[in-house]
């Protein structure tokens, strides 16, 4: 078993900047292939930014040059630093990696951003 412990979310303003973070409870586990997601109510999860085990990374169109996933080995964590922030960016974000056969889902985060 793995726990994905998400921190970060919060209230922020239009434009401004969150950076959430993933630790798993169990070391090198982030070092795997690991994503974002994302989800309103009445809509489905959707993947937000994903990085491979190596340093591929990828987005979401909507999140292409404002998001950036990025995995601290030596921490054991992933982070998406979130920035220019925008009012449909509101979502609970959780965090989620395949590892030895499963898929483990962190608990989410929530997001707003609202003036």
């Known amino acids: 078993q793995v726990q994905l412990v998400e921190s970060g979310g919060g209230l922020v303003q239009p434009g401004g900047s969150l950076r959430l973070s993933c630790a798993p409870s169990?070391?090198?586990?982030?070092?795997?292939?690991m994503g974002w997601y994302r989800r309103t109510p009445g809509k489905q999860r959707e993947l937000v930014a994903a990085?491979?085990?190596?340093?591929?990374?990828t987005y979401a169109d909507s999140a292409k040059g404002r998001f950036t996933i990025s995995r601290d080995n030596a921490k054991n964590t992933v982070y998406l630093q979130m920035n220019n922030l925008k009012p449909e960016d509101t979502a609970v974000y959780s965090c989620?990696?395949?590892?030895?056969?499963?898929?483990?889902w962190g608990q989410g985060t929530q997001v707003t951003v609202s003036s």
């Open positions: 169990a070391r090198f586990v982030a070092m795997n292939n």
């Open positions: 990085i491979t085990n190596g340093v591929t990374t």
């Open positions: 989620h990696v395949h590892w030895v056969g499963a898929d483990y």
